[in-house]
Structures are given as structure tokens and as C-alpha cells.
T-cell receptor, first 116, second 114 residues
């Protein structure tokens, strides 16, 4: 149980284009999903917290207009990197927290974004 | 400022020995602490969660201790195997914001050699 998937696993795009990453909880409902970014040899940095049906809460320094988050259902959240630039190249990972008061977060396998 | 410190140097141990990884934190009042395993190019995998009022938690070959006075958690893997080689991350959740947000350490790479 508690499986989270991400799609795509890898994406290469040209500078200036937009990229959408999907995060799905496959066997549980996730009221809260989180988006992280991880640069090589560094830790996961929380970008934003999204709750189903409401606006995402962004961490300080994360541009909400650049990283659009939608959490339209209890099993799906999407992150759109708009007008991507090479410095946005990173490993993007989502996690989902289940219902019922459990505190564990279950992570997706990650999406490697490379912006040329 | 808040800090979570894990030993940045890789830990190399022999198969069958106990691996002990350390997580120290400052300027935090964590509601709970979690340990994750991360393999290269993959998302973290949840291992154990320990609450602020718990001293120790065990799961199979894994043991976590949590000392809120020392502001430290120790993560032990007994009878280590080469398959245990990975990076291990500790993550803290503060009481602020309902304990939702996790802040991660930089992780310690463990290598178990034959």
C-alpha cells in the first residue's frame, strides 16, 4: 500500500517551454501533497504544500507564478514549471500524506527535468 | 537558524556489523522525526517515524532513538547487508503548521562492504 507515482520520470525540454509533472497516489487518498526539489548532492527542499481543492502554500523564495500547482482531486496533484530555464533543471519529487491523521509522507520516484 | 545535521562523509562498514547514523538538530522543537532511505535517482522511501515523547522505535533490523534533550536521533541497522547501501535521510516536522512540513537533513551515504 501507499504507492505514489510520478509522470514523466525524465523530461528534456528547451528553454522557455512549460513542463507539467503529475503526481498520483495510487492506493490511498491524499488530502495533502508536497512538492520538493533536489539538486545533486543536496537535500530535498520543500517547494510547496498543496491541499485538495485549495490553493497551494509556497515556501519562501519559490515563485508561485513559475511553479504552478494544482491539486484537483484526492489522488492527483500537478506541478507545471512555466517558461523553464536551465537553472530549473533539477530532480522534482512529490509526496503524499494520507488521511486518518497519519504523519508519514510517501514519496514518488521523482522526475528528472533537464532544460537545454 | 534551524539546522539539521547529518554526517556528510560516507560511512563504510563491513557486512554483518551494525551501522549507526546520526542526526543532530538545533533551534527546533520537532513533533516527530522520520528516517528515509534514498537510492540514486529515486525518491525517498519511508522507514521509521518516532514521536517526541518516544525514546526508541524498532522495525525488523532497524532501530531509531530520539533524545530531545541532546537534540539527536540515532539510526541503527543491525546485521547490515550490501543491499542496505544507500543514502539515509532524517527529516523533522515541527509543531508549527500542524506538523505537516518536513525539513530534511542532507543525508549520510552508507556503504556496506562484503
Amino acid at each position: 500500500g501507499a504507492v505514489v507515482s510520478q509522470h514523466p520520470s525524465r523530461v528534456i525540454c528547451k528553454s522557455g517551454t512549460s513542463v507539467k509533472i503529475e503526481c498520483r497516489s495510487l492506493d490511498f487518498q491524499a488530502t495533502t501533497m508536497f512538492w520538493y526539489r533536489q539538486f545533486p548532492k543536496q537535500s530535498l527542499m520543500l517547494m510547496a504544500t498543496s491541499n485538495e481543492g485549495s490553493k497551494a502554500t509556497y515556501e519562501q523564495g519559490v515563485e508561485k507564478d513559475k511553479f504552478l500547482i494544482n491539486h484537483a482531486s484526492l489522488t492527483l496533484s500537478t506541478l507545471t514549471v512555466t517558461s523553464a530555464h536551465p537553472e530549473d533543471s533539477s530532480f522534482y519529487i512529490c509526496s503524499a500524506r494520507g488521511t486518518g491523521g497519519r504523519n508519514e509522507q510517501f514519496f514518488g520516484p521523482g522526475t528528472r527535468l533537464t532544460v537545454l | 537558524s534551524q539546522k539539521i545535521e547529518q554526517n556528510s562523509e560516507a560511512l563504510n562498514i563491513q557486512e554483518g556489523k551494525t551501522a549507526t547514523l546520526t542526526c543532530n538538530y538545533t533551534n527546533y522543537s520537532p513533533a516527530y522525526l522520520q528516517w528515509y532511505r534514498q537510492d540514486p535517482g529515486r525518491g525517498p522511501v519511508f522507514l521509521l517515524l518516532i514521536r517526541e515523547n518516544e525514546k526508541e522505535k524498532r522495525k525488523e533490523r532497524l532501530k531509531v532513538t530520539f533524545d530531545t534533550t541532546l537534540k539527536q536521533s540515532l539510526f541503527h541497522i543491525t546485521a547490515s547487508q550490501p543491499a542496505d547501501s544507500a543514502t539515509y535521510l532524517c527529516a523533522l516536522s515541527s509543531r508549527a503548521g500542524g506538523g505537516n512540513k518536513l525539513t530534511f537533513g542532507t543525508g549520510t551515504q552508507l556503504k556496506v562492504e562484503l
